[in-house]
């Protein structure tokens, strides 16, 4: 007598894994959600590709303004350094007048 | 209406004639440059034509002090014109070269300021300023050395209040010299 619970649980067991045909229409269900969801699973993909594409161009613009300043810069010293050299030679060529013009006994300041 | 983008046109060219004519063009290089340069054993060339000069001074601002003197000093000017030539031994040059050069900028707007020969060792020295209503617009300066040729052209509105301060920097003691002999020419100048 004390068993029969057990026998009652074996039997719903056995049920429960017993090979069952699916329900009509079942296919059918899986197969249009299928075609629903695939639609949504690109439009993810895309949207991942433009946030990449936006990441990168804002990444590139980065750089690219980067480099634009430190090319800006190394023109900017280039052009210093030039009027640095058109200075030291302006200060070269009158030094020698002054020079020339001392030995000939008439200095500038006179 | 016609008629009044033709007025347009035409006041915008009167306008903008003046305005032209104001900024001083550098020149073109030199014939014999070329030349001088094939012979010599190092050339130093500046070409800052007004927007260069505008950028380097925007460069400068700031800096420190001495870069600040010389941004106010190029600030405004047209144009600098540098060429130097040295020679490793006397000789490389004629006189003749060194009369093309002298004859290629020395035009009739230029007085003479300094103008010095030595004979015997071939060295000589022109300055010439240029004078626009009794202001300096311009400075040139041919030096000749046996070993070594400098032109120096500056174009624009020279401060010779700020000349006279860079003599105090390193290196550009002689630029403050010239400014009273230019400032004595201005006088005589603004009296003509």
Known sequence: MELEPMDDFEKELRQTFERQPAP????????ARRRVSEPRSHAVLWQRLAASLALAAVLG???????????ERRKGEAARQQVLTALRITNHALNHMNKQLAAHGRAVQE | ??????????????????????????????????????????????????????FAAKFMAGKNKDDAGIQHLIDGLDGIYIRDY??????????EDVEQLRKYFETSEWSPL?????????ESTDV????????????????VCPKEISVVLI????????????SSLGGLGA??????????????????
């Open chain 2, 114 to 122: 300094v103008r010095d020969r030595d004979r015997k060792t071939g």
């Open chain 2, 175 to 192: 630029l403050g010299t010239v400014e009273k002999s230019v400032q004595d020419k201005e006088k005589k100048g603004g009296h003509q």
């Open chain 2, 155 to 166: 174009l624009g509105p020279i401060r010779m209040d700020d000349l006279g301060k860079l």
């Open chain 1, 24 to 31: 009509p229409g079942m296919k059918g269900k899986i197969m």
């Open chain 1, 61 to 71: 613009g980065v750089v690219e303004w980067n480099w634009h300043l430190r090319e």
């Open chain 2, 128 to 143: 010439m300023i240029k004078l626009v209503n009794g202001k300096t617009g311009g400075m040139f300066i041919l030096d």
């Open chain 2, 86 to 95: 040295e020679f490793d031994k006397p000789g490389q040059f004629t006189a």
């Open chain 2, 1 to 54: 209406m016609q008629n009044r983008i033709m007025a347009l046109v035409l006041g915008a060219a009167v306008l903008a004639a003046p305005a032209r004519a104001q900024t001083a063009k550098l020149p073109a290089p030199s014939p014999v440059e070329k030349a001088l340069a094939a012979r010599a054993f190092s050339v130093d060339e500046v070409t800052l034509d007004k927007n260069m000069l505008a």
